[in-house]
């Protein structure tokens, strides 16, 4: 069982903005950076975000990501077929002392 | 370019050991920390187990201490899971994972095509 919640899908149409959520605690979230990564269809997942809002070099500013508190979230605007993966939040956990993911996000464009 | 290419995956035995190997190239493989990353079928993605860049610390969780080995031979440029008493539930496809740092497991900014490994009778 994951310590962070994400919601199971999310869904809007080509050109719209999507928003996945990514709720944590203190000991996770709080306190420590949060990462993004997008996995395609049938492929390894890939970084897409990584210490809360940056990008790697080749990800599209389409993706931004933003935290509060103990929650995160990952904004894709200007939504696109090709952005049809799952979406996986992650983060350092200071009380497990493991590194855990999200339960993941499976993003559909209508 | 890094690459990262996982072998010996396959189908064993409740209780049985199985061994994968990731040979990394395009980058100093001494220089980072590597983890291992699996997500059985139809779930999502479960850290496995981390090990810093010189070998000299080494992270599970839970699930699996006891149990999995993570080693690397920075000689070979090549890290190891080393996976004793394996039961069903570790059946899952298994990445490996270059890590952005030298310690700690931090982020990974490259991964593996990742190798299926089956635990069934």
């Known amino acids: 069982q994951s310590v962070l919640t994400q919601p199971p899908s999310a869904s809007e149409t080509p050109g719209q903005r999507v928003t996945i959520s990514c709720s944590g605690s203190?000991?996770?979230?709080?306190?420590?950076?949060v990462y993004w990564y997008q996995q395609l269809p049938g492929t390894a997942p890939k970084l897409l975000i990584f210490?809360?809002?940056q990008r790697p070099s080749g990800v599209p500013d389409r993706f931004s990501g933003t935290k509060s508190g103990a929650s995160a979230s990952l904004a894709i605007s200007g939504l696109r077929s090709e952005d049809e993966a799952d979406y996986y939040c992650a983060a350092w956990d200071d009380t497990l002392s493991d590194y855990v993911f999200g339960t993941g996000t499976k993003v559909t464009v209508l | 370019e890094v690459q990262l290419v996982e072998s010996g995956g396959g189908l064993v035995q409740p209780g049985g050991s199985l061994r994968l190997s990731c040979a990394a190239s395009g980058f100093t493989f001494s220089s980072y920390a590597m983890s291992w990353v699996r997500q059985a079928p139809g779930t999502g993605l479960e850290w496995v187990s981390g090990i810093s860049g010189r070998g000299s610390s080494t992270y599970y969780p839970d699930s699996v201490k006891g149990r999995f080995t993570i080693s690397r031979d920075n000689s070979k440029n090549t890290l190891y899971l080393q996976m004793n008493s394996l039961r069903a539930e570790d059946t899952a496809v298994y990445y490996c994972?270059?890590?952005?740092?030298?310690?700690?497991?931090?982020?990974?900014?490259?991964w593996g095509q990742g190798i299926l490994v089956t635990v069934s009778s």
């Open positions: 203190s000991s996770n979230i709080e306190n420590n950076y």
């Open positions: 210490r809360i809002n």
């Open positions: 994972a270059k890590d952005y740092g030298s310690g700690s497991p931090y982020y990974f900014d490259y």
